[in-house]
């Protein structure tokens, strides 16, 4: 098989610190993406990363009624992520 682009070294001894992405980036921009993928607390790593992306507006906080009625309802579900 012919290596391409996205192959990396895995035989390395050295422990890695940074994370090894298949696109170039700036210091900052890596800063940004270490933080939003870093764990910090209790609580699940994707409900850590949903806060984050919240508090930047990224995300929206809450969920407008479509039809601005009294009687709307608006369930907000868990989505399952199926990796194939």
């Given at each position: 098989m012919e290596a391409d682009s996205t192959t990396y070294d895995?035989?390395?001894?050295?422990e890695v610190t940074e994370p090894t992405l298949p696109f170039n980036?700036?210091?900052d921009n890596l800063e940004l993406y270490k933080?939003?993928?870093?764990?910090h607390g209790d609580q699940r790593l994707e409900c850590q990363l949903v806060e984050r992306l919240q508090a930047f507006g990224l995300?929206?906080?809450a969920i407008k009624c479509p039809s601005d009625k009294p009687d709307c309802k608006v369930v907000c579900r868990t989505a399952?992520?199926?990796?194939r």
């Open positions: 895995c035989n390395s001894k050295a980036t700036c210091p933080e939003f993928t870093t764990s995300l929206p906080k399952r992520v199926i990796d």
